[in-house]
């Protein structure tokens, strides 16, 4: 049995992007017909207090049921999970593989020097330091983590294998100042407990799936299988986004258009004018 997730962050009107990933999910569940077929869940990612809006995530699902795709089971809300992150950050922490840190983002922007797939690579300033652990943000110390684990390799089924490089992003934040789990914690913990066995997400997380696979090997984890698939974007090559003007799937569904020929169309890559698939620019050459 195969298991699959669709995994929504409700601080934005899900758009075509969404959908397309969202079929990717389903199909690649309901296709399965090897040794008892395949489950899709549905996980909100709505831990983030500040951007996350209950209303956004009703509006996601009255999306999917639109565009005619159904669940597995109830709908998973991650911020149900949240003292199951902090247990996790605890063991984390007792094995000596987190250091605190209160350096801001322009701090880190001034010090770095080397870029990363997010961005600026936090350059280590507070590890070994004496900082106080007090509404800090807690960092994987990702050098000492590797050499716990020794090299990691993981599976992708459009790209192949690949060996696990988390030190491009350098210490990464695990634990926030205002949550128990930043993004990489808290996917690579929910994804275990929701027992996914494939991992379906668009190519702009490729390169943070190195650092999921470091915590899998960390905290004991399950390790499934990942299917990065090409993202929707403009013209430009840049995702689609709604500030720039691509209408949401709840628009679509309020305008009476038809969801079900909407997400054949996507199925058969039949985009709108303007719009067309990339493998984004950290597809492996
Ligand atoms: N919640 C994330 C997002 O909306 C996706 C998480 C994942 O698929 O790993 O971008």
Known sequence: MIR??????????LHLGHAFAA???????????????GEFLLRIEDIDGTRSRAELAEEALADLAWL???????????????????EAAARLKAMGLLYPCHCTRAEIRAAAQ?????GPVYPGTCRGQAVDPENAAWRLDVRKALEQTGP????????????AR??????????????????????????AAQGITHVTRGMDLFAATHIHRLLQALLALPVPVWHHHPLLVEGDGRKLAKRRGSPSLADRRRAGEDGPALAAALRAHRFPAGLSLSMGVDFPA
């Open 166 to 191: 988390p030190e491009l992003f350098g210490d990464v934040v695990l634990v926030r100042k205002d949550l128990p789990a930043s993004y990489h914690l808290a996917v690579t913990l929910d994804d």
């Open 152 to 163: 990691l390799d993981w599976s992708d089924e459009i790209a192949g294998t690949q060996r």
């Open 23 to 37: 079929l990717v999910a389903h199909d690649r569940a309901r296709r399965e017909s090897h040794s008892g077929g």
């Open 4 to 13: 699959t997730r669709f995994a929504p962050s409700p601080n934005g009107a």
């Open 114 to 118: 080397a870029m990363g797939p997010d």
């Open 68 to 86: 005619g795709l159904a669940w597995d089971g109830p709908v998973h809300y991650q911020s149900h999970r949240l003292p199951a992150h902090a």
